[in-house]
Nanobody, 124 residues
Framework: QVQLVESGGGLVQAGGSLRLSCAASGLTFSTYAMGWFRQAPGKEREFVAT????????NYADSVKGRFAISRDNVKNTVYLQMNSLKPEDTAVYYC?????????????????WGQGTQVTVSS
């Protein structure tokens, strides 16, 4: 069965950095575009970043552009989210997800598989 397992979350001070990882199994990883989404308390889940199957095209939410970087390793079946210059408003549960629908890649409804999420808390 398909599994996406996130790791790397934690508590960090504002201005700090974290690197999230998402290890995939049970699917042909190199045929799926991958995305990161997040959900803050009391808010709806929102798009953060996505990366194409070969890792050549990335898209970001305006709120994280210039601070976050998504990457992937198709040998290790893993997608990463490097988060720099973190702000308290980045506090959320972060989810990775896999999709075959590249044209709808910023829409969470387009994603076939989801991880369980990892908590990121940024203190001021």
């Amino acid at each position: 069965q398909v599994q996406l397992v996130e790791s790397g979350g934690g508590l960090v001070q504002a201005g700090g950095s974290l690197r999230l990882s998402c290890a995939a199994s049970g699917l042909t990883f190199s045929t799926y575009a991958m995305g990161w989404f997040r959900q803050a308390p009391g808010k709806e889940r929102e798009f953060v970043a996505t990366i194409s199957v070969r890792g050549t095209t990335m898209n970001y939410a305006d709120s994280v552009k210039g601070r976050f970087a998504i990457s992937r390793d198709n040998v290790k079946n893993t997608v990463y989210l490097q988060m720099n210059s973190l702000k308290p408003e980045d506090t959320a549960v972060y989810y990775c997800a896999a999709t075959t629908r590249w044209l709808d890649r910023t829409n969470q409804d387009a994603y076939n598989y989801w991880g369980q999420g990892t908590q990121v808390t940024v203190s001021s």
